[in-house]
């Protein structure tokens, strides 16, 4: 899985490390090392398979929304998945919005992160993201998009509405602030990654399973919090879903 939506077989033979020369044995092993719980929606999508899924010309198309609306829509059970990159999610977003970016592997982390018959508000740049969203979402059975909003901090707060921020910080800074006091640093990588080296005390909590981690680590909630990743993608993810928990 990558973040490309197509290739060729002579690109994978180039670049892709599970086609690089090897015996059938190494090949199993590499493949089945450091193996993480299958995502929630891989047995429901097997026997939506086997089933036949339905057209994409028979869902509800989704409906333009104010900010208002999507507010209102989140407070009687609706999940708000912002669909923005992590940096303008962290600049500001609605309360309560969890983001999973459309750059990255957008399907296969919303169907980790993402109850399969949960309602959902997207909130987006444009009509276009809104439309691929739609469609990646149903690849991995999520299909209740019943409405979206476009618009940016600026748009949400000139209507009245409360928009928060989770702050940012690049390597070099961090890694001062490490020097100065004992922060608290939650590592969002798999398994694999992180015993591959990763920042002094650093707590892992693979992204997948976070939630139901989270309280099983020593996590202060009083204290300040970092959470880092690869790049950022997942650690935006992560500190959104556990925004009541005080992750950065």
Known sequence: MS?????TIGEQ????????????DEFVTMMTADLTEAPAYFPKDAEINRSGARDLSE??????LTAEQVMAMRSAGHIVLDIRSAELFGVGHLPGSINVGLGGQFAMW???????????VIVAETSA??????????RVGIE?????????VESWSSEGLTVEGIRQLPVSELNERIALAELQIIDVRKPGEYNNGHVPRALNAP???IEKQIDELSVDKAKETFVICAGGYRSSAAASLNAKTRLH
Do not use: C, H
């Open 144 to 152: 209740n998009v019943k409405g979206y909003l476009l618009g940016d």
């Open 110 to 120: 919303a169907g980790s992160l993402i109850p399969m018959n949960a309602d959902l």
């Open 207 to 209: 992204l997948s399973g």
């Open 59 to 64: 869902l509800a198309p989704p409906k333009a």
């Open 3 to 7: 973040k490309e939506t197509s290739s």
């Open 13 to 24: 033979r180039k670049f892709n490390y599970a086609l690089k020369p090897m015996t059938k």
């Open 129 to 138: 993201q809104v439309d691929e969203a739609v469609v990646r979402l149903a």
